[in-house]
């Protein structure tokens, strides 16, 4: 009797939780919508990461591409992106700018719902997954992916798949969803180095073609297309500079480095320390990787969670593809620490809140950026996670909580 009523009263707790999250998603839905259509004459909706995207595409259709990495490609945005970026953005392109974002807003929508698809289908079912489902639909990053028509829904989307695929034994499906991230460099790097360390062979191999292949893509741009590009992504336009110059507000960044800005200010021995703490982050990624047995839902999360963490550079709306590690561990509470995991959700909650409070309430638009810190905390729960497993398969007693 008390076993069902316990299991009774969990599952309100659960139905309840999942009418707050479903509110949340349609009233923040219902608001963005409002919103769109009440700035669509404003220069502030013009000056969206979409409309730099999709300005960069008609440059591309009308053979006016030579100088986008020389100028901006709206106020107060610069392409970044390799080459070969340009050709999905030229596909939409030719629409009239209100519809093409339209188009990109379906997109991550779709894309977004696929990635939930594709978790549904990999993950254990300890818990219930609409709670993820709906959380995602629901969260800040989620809301922010649509306003600014970035594309993180498609980043989460092939992250989820490379996890999917991986967990199938499907090697070159593997390779072709780290490859897509080759659109990102600055994610691939990390991805590829799991794909070394836990010896997917065919799935690196099918990476480094389809890398090969989007490189070669861009022969018809010529080679200066690269000059520029590696000119911007070296030194000459570097986005840190952007926020130490105050341009690019810290706390917008989720990274480890925007966190040590927030405690330390700017300086070298700031960016040296966030230099080492990345190199760090990247080899207790691999020694998880190597040292658990084979798991690939827990290894692409310490992925995803790693490549977040050492970034230079990773906005807010990028928060999206921390669905797969909050999923990864949602759904399988058996295996992760429940006083720690408790404790991690408290301070994601509390930093949204918080800076949600500041930002809107009070009007502060000086903050700290906090969760680079959450993500170190993370990535050092999930060790010690990994530590604890493997005294427990060498038949030793854990004392990791």
Same mark, same amino acid.
């Given at each position: 009797?008390?076993?069902?009523?316990?299991?009774?009263?969990?599952?309100?707790?659960? %139905? =309840?939780? /999942?009418?707050?999250?479903?509110?949340?998603?349609?009233?923040?839905?219902?608001?963005?919508?409002?919103?769109?259509?009440?700035?669509?004459?404003?220069?502030?909706?013009? *000056?969206?990461?979409?409309?730099?995207?999709?300005?960069?595409?008609?440059?591309?259709?009308? #053979?006016?591409?030579?100088?986008?990495? %020389?100028? =901006?490609?709206?106020?107060?945005?610069?392409?970044?992106?390799?080459?070969?970026? @340009?050709?999905?953005?030229?596909?939409?392109?030719?629409?009239?700018?209100?519809?093409?974002?339209?188009?990109?807003?379906?997109? $991550?929508?779709?894309?977004?719902?696929?990635?939930?698809?594709?978790?549904?289908?990999?993950?254990?079912?300890?818990?219930?997954?609409?709670?993820?489902?709906?959380?995602?639909?629901?969260?800040?990053?989620?809301? !922010?992916?649509?306003?600014?028509? *970035? /594309?993180?829904?498609?980043?989460?989307?092939?992250?989820?798949?490379? @996890?999917?695929?991986?967990?199938?034994?499907?090697?070159?499906?593997?390779?072709?969803?780290?490859?897509?991230? #080759?659109?990102?460099?600055?994610?691939?790097?990390?991805?590829?180095?799991?794909?070394?360390?836990?010896?997917?062979? &065919?799935?690196? +191999?099918?990476?480094?073609?389809?890398?090969?292949?989007?490189?070669?893509?861009?022969?018809?741009?010529?080679?200066?297309?690269?000059?520029?590009?590696?000119?911007?992504?070296?030194?000459?336009? *570097?986005?840190?500079?952007?926020?130490?110059?105050?341009?690019?507000?810290?706390? &917008?960044?989720?990274?480890?480095?925007?966190?040590?800005? $927030?405690?330390?200010?700017?300086?070298?021995?700031? %960016?040296? +320390?966030?230099?080492?703490?990345?190199?760090?982050?990247? +080899?207790?990624? !691999?020694?998880?990787?190597?040292?658990?047995?084979?798991?690939?839902?827990?290894?692409?999360?310490?992925?995803?969670?790693?490549?977040?963490?050492?970034?230079?550079?990773?906005?807010?709306?990028?928060?999206?593809?921390?669905?797969?590690?909050?999923?990864?561990?949602?759904?399988?509470?058996?295996?992760?620490?429940?006083?720690?995991?408790?404790?991690?959700?408290?301070?994601?909650?509390?930093?949204? @809140?918080?800076?949600?409070?500041?930002?809107?309430?009070?009007?502060?638009?000086? *903050?700290?950026?906090?969760?680079?810190?959450?993500?170190?905390?993370?990535?050092?729960?999930?060790?010690?996670?990994?530590?604890?497993?493997?005294?427990?398969?060498?038949?030793?007693?854990?004392?990791?909580?």
């Amino acid at each position: 009797m008390a076993v069902t009523e316990m299991s009774g009263s969990r599952s309100a707790r659960l %139905r =309840a939780l /999942h009418l707050f999250l479903a509110a949340i998603a349609f009233a923040g839905a219902f608001t963005w919508f409002i919103l769109v259509w009440r700035n669509r004459a404003t220069a502030e909706f013009w *000056q969206r990461d979409w409309f730099c995207l999709w300005s960069v595409g008609r440059r591309l259709l009308t #053979g006016e591409w030579r100088s986008v990495y %020389r100028e =901006a490609c709206a106020p107060g945005y610069l392409w970044l992106y390799p080459p070969y970026a @340009m050709y999905p953005w030229s596909g939409i392109a030719h629409l009239p700018p209100l519809i093409a974002y339209a188009v990109v807003m379906v997109g $991550s929508i779709v894309a977004t719902a696929a990635a939930m698809m594709l978790l549904a289908r990999t993950l254990p079912r300890e818990r219930p997954f609409e709670t993820v489902a709906l959380a995602t639909f629901g969260s800040a990053a989620f809301n !922010a992916t649509l306003v600014t028509g *970035q /594309h993180a829904a498609w980043l989460l989307l092939a992250i989820t798949g490379a @996890m999917w695929a991986a967990s199938r034994n499907r090697s070159v499906l593997t390779g072709l969803f780290v490859g897509l991230l #080759g659109f990102k460099p600055n994610w691939v790097v990390v991805f590829v180095l799991w794909l070394a360390v836990t010896r997917r062979w &065919k799935a690196l +191999l099918t990476t480094a073609t389809v890398g090969l292949v989007l490189v070669a893509s861009t022969i018809p741009l010529g080679l200066d297309i690269w000059r520029d590009y590696l000119a911007a992504a070296t030194g000459r336009i *570097q986005l840190s500079e952007w926020t130490a110059a105050g341009d690019y507000p810290v706390w &917008k960044l989720i990274t480890v480095e925007a966190f040590f800005r $927030s405690l330390f200010g700017e300086g070298p021995g700031v %960016r040296s +320390l966030s230099i080492l703490t990345a190199i760090g982050i990247v +080899l207790l990624a !691999a020694w998880s990787w190597w040292r658990r047995p084979p798991d690939p839902t827990r290894q692409v999360a310490v992925a995803t969670i790693a490549v977040i963490a050492a970034n230079p550079y990773v906005s807010f709306y990028d928060a999206l593809v921390l669905a797969l590690p909050a999923a990864v561990w949602w759904t399988a509470p058996s295996k992760y620490a429940s006083r720690a995991r408790v404790g991690i959700g408290i301070c994601v909650v509390g930093v949204w @809140m918080g800076q949600w409070i500041a930002l809107y309430a009070l009007r502060l638009s000086e *903050q700290p950026s906090l969760t680079g810190g959450i993500l170190l905390a993370w990535l050092a729960l999930e060790t010690l996670v990994t530590r604890r497993e493997g005294e427990l398969s060498a038949g030793r007693p854990s004392a990791v909580p």
